[in-house]
């Protein structure tokens, strides 16, 4: 199954905590990353006051089920030091599942595609550099998406999908 997963860091060294979150992933059994979009640094949306953020999109194939590719993403937060004490607020990482081939999933731990995908550039401009045409949330079409004033400006080339030693 292909899927597509939002990396997302605003402490310390953003840049290699996006890297260090691809290598983590790339290690799962049954995930393998196949793309990244490039780097993009954004504002924050929502939250306290924090610093600015550096978002990424990989592309995945993975033989997981929709809930355990969501675990597969806690494990990596966890490793990477993800704390979960604020909403929207501040982190070391974050990890979401955006999309999972045509599937649909509405569950309290679990929402596939990911409900915020048509809403923020951050999410939306890096998913499109690996596909142009995204299911998106409540049958919505690319023409109808108006992104909101948060800025986004290109920061870095993609992260790496090569294995790491």
């Known amino acids: 199954m292909r899927g597509y997963l939002g990396l997302g860091s605003n402490l310390g060294d953003r840049l290699g905590a996006l890297q260090s979150a691809v290598d983590l992933l790339a ?4 995930l393998r ?17 924090q610093p600015d953020y550096l978002n990424a999109v990989v592309r995945v194939e ?5 809930h355990e590719t969501l675990e597969a993403c806690r494990r990596t937060e966890t490793a990477l030091g993800r704390v979960r004490d604020v909403r929207w607020g501040p982190r070391a990482i974050d990890i979401d599942v955006l999309l999972l081939d045509a599937l649909t999933v509405d569950e309290p731990d679990l929402t596939v595609p990911h409900p915020r995908i048509a809403d923020r550039a951050f999410v939306l401009l890096p998913l499109l550099e690996l596909e142009p045409d995204p299911m998106l949330p ?10 909101g004033p948060e800025g ?14």
């Open 27 to 30: 290690r799962e059994p049954g």
């Open 33 to 49: 990353i196949d793309a990244s979009s490039r780097v993009y640094e954004t504002d924050p949306v929502g939250g306290p006051a």
């Open 62 to 66: 993975t033989e997981l089920t929709p």
């Open 138 to 147: 409540g049958g919505r079409t690319l023409a109808s998406v108006t992104l």
């Open 152 to 165: 986004a400006q290109l920061f870095a080339p993609p992260l790496s999908t090569r294995p790491a030693p």
